[in-house]
């Protein structure tokens, strides 16, 4: 069961209780799991992190006219970079980060951020420099460009993808609909040892 279903008297747990009394009702162990690095995280470099990845979405989900031109920086990029260094084949638009399964919506939306990283920085650029541009808005652009163009925002963002998504997995693998024992074991082996891994490094402060 969710945290977040209702367990007062006549709640959904009280009406399964009374319905079927042999039904055992416990916590969704995902769940609870994504609450917990939710918090773990929060005070941290992750919180200007997540800020970002809200305002870059926002940034092009209402303007059909910055994703066209987003499109065209990736694609002049992608004419001039070396096969190794092109970013994924897929859309280009910042994806959502919030949705119900809020590690995996993070990891997804921080891996489309860390590939398109040069083309997003870019096209701020060129938007502070868009004479038709209002004097308000390049002022807002401006601020978002000297926060996203500091290397600790870039750096952290790798950090916590490679932290988080072992965990999206593991998550994922909780919440099919036909649980597999071996694949949960699997993924919380993953997820532990990466864990350990981030425990005994040693990282310069990203506050």
């Not at 079927?20 to 162990?29: E, I, N, R, S």
């Not at 209402?62 to 070396?82: F, Q």
């Not at 638009?93 to 590939?115: E, M, N, Q, Y």
């Amino acid at each position: 069961m969710a945290a977040n279903v209702n367990i007062a008297p006549g709640g959904l747990r009280g009406h399964l209780e009374e319905a079927v009394p042999w039904v055992t009702v416990f916590w969704c162990f995902a769940h609870h799991l994504e609450l917990a690095i939710k918090d773990a995280l929060n005070g941290t470099i992750f919180t200007k992190i997540d800020e970002m990845l809200l305002r870059v979405y926002y940034l092009y989900e209402k303007s059909p006219t910055k994703r066209h031109e987003l499109d065209e920086v990736v694609t002049a990029l992608r004419s001039c970079l070396e096969p190794d260094d092109l970013p994924e084949m897929g859309g280009n638009k910042p994806l959502r980060a919030c949705g119900t399964r809020w590690v995996s919506h993070k990891v997804g939306a921080i891996g489309r951020l860390v590939d398109r990283y040069g083309a997003y920085i870019a096209h701020l650029i060129a938007l502070i420099e868009n004479p038709s541009v209002k004097s308000t808005d390049k002022q807002k652009l401006k601020g978002y460009l000297k926060l996203w163009s500091d290397a600790r925002m870039i750096l952290g963002c790798a950090l916590f993808h490679d932290i988080l998504y072992p965990i999206a997995t593991l998550c994922k693998s909780l919440q099919t609909d036909e649980l597999c024992i071996v694949t949960a074991i699997e993924a919380i082996l993953r997820a532990t040892k990466i864990i350990e891994k981030v425990k005994i490094a040693t990282f310069e402060s990203l506050q």
